[in-house]
């Protein structure tokens, strides 16, 4: 049995992550901003006893440092931490309002970034420890080069910040055995992808744990997409 933690988990991906995983056994801790109004992970800690429901504004870090240190205190190990809250702003760089720019950075990259570090301990009692960074290809500068699409500008910068965590993450905690990869859900119907995407949300945790299941030490710093193979950076 693995020990994961799962950042934004009351809805979309993350709450779908924690049903995927408690059926399989594993022991979840789920990150949530307001634990109290949670009702999708309530109703799922009544069905498994293998649940942990926690309180986790990743925008907040006295939130960050709460949360690991109750975890610290268990002296608990983290194999895998899904590094998965997140925000998008559909508005392009004409439009996009400072005010907006800043909290989409500050939710997808600042918070990841905290979490990463406040997690430490716990990912250093694991045996095999891995960090996934919920990225996206709107994050992949190649991959907009050879587009004319304007887009979210802060979102793309988010996930391309995000991407050089990973990378730097990856290089750095590598000699610690923690190994950090970024990875895509694809284009998932929640309510941040809408009702148009590719994927149910069922399909794509799905997708991301197949992805995950296999991954070696070659993939430490990689940025993959929901069918494991490697998207540019
Ligand atoms: N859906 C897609 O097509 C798609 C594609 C590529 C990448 N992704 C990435 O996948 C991840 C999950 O996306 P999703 O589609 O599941 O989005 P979603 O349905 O909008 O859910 C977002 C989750 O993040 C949480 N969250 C937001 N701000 C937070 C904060 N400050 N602290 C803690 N939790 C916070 C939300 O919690 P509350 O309920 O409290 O708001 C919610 O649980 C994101 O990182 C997203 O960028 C999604």
Redesign the pocket.
């Known amino acids: 049995m693995n020990t994961i933690f799962i950042?934004?988990?009351?809805?979309?991906?993350?709450l779908e992550l924690c049903k995927q995983l408690l059926n399989r056994d594993e022991r979840v801790f789920a990150?949530?901003?307001?634990p109290a109004n949670a009702k999708n992970l309530i109703t799922l800690s009544s069905q498994y006893s293998n649940l942990e429901i926690v309180e986790?504004?990743?925008?907040d870090e006295n939130s960050v440092y709460n949360c690991f240190k109750q975890l610290n205190l268990k002296e608990q190990g983290i194999d895998k931490l899904y590094n998965?809250?997140?925000?998008?702003d559909w508005s392009n760089l004409l439009e996009v309002t400072e005010d907006s720019f800043s909290k989409v950075l500050q939710?997808?990259l600042l918070?990841a970034l905290l979490v990463l570090r406040h997690a430490l301990p716990c990912l250093g009692r694991s045996a095999s420890p891995w960090v996934y960074n919920?990225?996206?290809r709107l994050g992949s500068v190649e991959l907009r080069g050879n587009t004319h699409l304007g887009g979210a500008i802060a979102y793309q910068c988010s996930k391309a910040g995000l991407n050089m965590l990973t990378k730097q993450a990856s290089i750095d905690l590598g000699p610690k055995g923690i190994k950090v990869v970024s990875i895509?859900?694809?284009?998932?119907r929640?309510?941040?992808?809408g009702a148009d995407?590719k994927y149910n949300v069922s399909e794509s945790v799905t997708n991301i744990l197949r992805v995950t299941d296999h991954l070696n030490l070659g993939h430490n710093g990689c940025f993959l997409a929901e069918d494991g193979t490697e998207i540019p950076w």
């Open positions: 950042s934004g988990a009351s809805r979309g991906i993350g990150g949530c901003r307001d986790l504004d990743v925008n998965n809250a997140g925000i998008i939710t997808n918070g919920m990225s996206s895509t859900p694809g284009w998932v929640t309510d941040m992808g995407a």
